[in-house]
């Protein structure tokens, strides 16, 4: 397994890779990797030669200093799970510095309205940050592939968005949603949760399956009051959003249509710690 903390020393690996003739998929995460990332992983490996796995918490995205400051890390251990998968993945593991230079901004995205919405309405500024750590990641690498999950379902169709307006070369794929055996979806923030607050979490998952068989005979608007009233049952977890919303503008739903797709989407405080989760509903 290699690692690199610099942008030259892995572009000119990967040039002498690509020499011969070896494909490259991308794994961007944050690091305090799970058996979320790894499925991420693993589905890369399938797919590719060579798989570059960053491990970067980047500034840009936290609307929090607090949240970015207690984000856990351990490099260490990252890396000792990733070589347990397979020693044809690359590991880079830039500074801030090396990213963003002596420049640590966002810059500033058009994402037809997709940023507005569920995430982009409670945090202020997260997309653009994303979008600016993705495209300098996607530009270092140049995968012919990188992979997202689908937990970040939002976070998906915007770098989708982002790739095609600015025509960049590369194929974005999504993967499923990996879930704990209670259904609780895999998040590095889970780590955070105390053991009662992880096993109360499970009723998020439980939450969107109920929704999603109401959506067969009932309105996303019964169906949103159902869950805000679960929720206000609920003594222990904290309800910041539930919608409705089509899968590919993610416009909240109003009224049904033939022929278009539905996911429930999900945000949730637990211990004080932000949980956010989706699930298709057609």
């Not at 944050?30 to 058996?35: D, I, R, S, V």
């Not at 640590?104 to 600016?132: C, N, P, W």
């Not at 689908?150 to 982002?162: A, H, V």
């Not at 309105?219 to 539930?242: D, G, P, T």
Request: one cysteine or more.
């Amino acid at each position: 397994m290699h690692v690199f903390d610099r942008k030259k020393e892995l572009t000119l690996f990967l040039e002498t890779e690509r020499s011969k003739n070896r494909t490259v998929g991308l794994v961007p995460t944050m690091g305090a990797l799970h058996q979320g990332h790894i499925s991420l992983v693993k589905t890369a490996l399938l797919q590719n030669d060579l798989v570059v796995v960053s491990v970067f918490v980047n500034p840009t995205q936290f609307d929090k200093k607090d949240d970015l400051k207690k984000y856990p890390r351990n490099l260490e251990k990252d890396i000792h799970l990733l070589k347990s998968v397979s020693n044809n993945i690359v590991v880079f593991t830039p500074s801030v510095d090396e990213m963003y230079g002596d420049n640590i901004a966002s810059q500033a995205y058009e994402f037809d309205g997709l940023d507005k919405v569920m995430e982009g309405a409670f945090r202020e500024g997260h997309f653009d940050g994303v979008g600016t750590i993705v495209e300098l990641f996607l530009k270092t690498v140049s995968p012919d592939k990188a992979y997202f999950g689908e937990k970040d379902f939002q976070q998906l169709q915007i770098i989708r968005k982002m790739v095609e307006s600015k025509k960049l070369p590369y194929q974005i794929v999504g993967c499923p949603i990996e879930r704990e055996p209670s259904g609780l979806a895999m998040s590095s923030r889970n780590e955070r949760l105390s053991k009662k607050a992880r096993e109360d979490a499970s009723f998020i998952y439980k939450t969107l399956l109920t929704a999603k068989t109401k959506f067969g005979t009932e309105s996303a608007y019964v169906i949103s009051e159902w869950v805000q009233s679960q929720f206000e049952k609920n003594e222990v977890l904290e309800l910041e959003y539930f919608e409705i919303a089509d899968e590919s503008t993610l416009t909240p739903l109003l009224k049904k249509q033939v022929n278009k797709n539905y996911r429930a989407f999900i945000a949730v405080y637990a211990d004080g710690i932000r949980l956010i989760d989706n699930l298709k509903l057609n």
